[in-house]
């Protein structure tokens, strides 16, 4: 059974930075990820990594959110700095299993970026 745990969600002032986790079980992830949403606005891609390392970023984040993942602990995170207004949301993170069949999501960590 697949569970994600994340945390390091809260409210930060602008130019201020955050530290997400991710820990994932249950399973070996191919590719492991972080995505955010608003009210009333679909859920949209902040950041990917494979297990490989191979990483991709939303244009709204690049250079300033970087996305890392410990293969080890099987754990997922996104060092967020230059945090800007715009950036609040709640963020989820989502994986895809080695194995292939349908992506997991965690619980979302909400992130308020004060002006």
């Not at 409210?11 to 991710?22: I, P």
């Not at 891609?45 to 300033?64: E, H, P, Q």
């Not at 970087?66 to 996104?78: F, G, V």
Request: hydrophobic content about 30%; some cysteine.
């Amino acid at each position: 059974q697949v569970q994600l745990v994340e945390s390091g969600g809260g409210l930060v002032q602008a130019g201020g930075s955050l530290r997400l986790s991710c820990a994932a079980s249950g399973s070996i992830f191919s590719i492991m990820g972080w995505y955010r949403q608003t009210p009333g606005e679909q859920r949209e891609l902040v950041a990917t990594i494979t297990r490989g390392g191979s990483t991709n970023y939303a244009d709204s984040v690049k250079g300033r959110f970087t996305i890392s993942r410990d293969n080890a602990k099987n754990t997922l995170y996104l060092q967020m700095d230059s945090l800007k207004p715009e950036d609040t949301a709640v963020y989820y993170c989502g994986v895809k299993p080695l194995g292939g069949g349908r992506d997991y999501w965690g619980q979302g960590t909400q992130v308020t970026v004060s002006s």
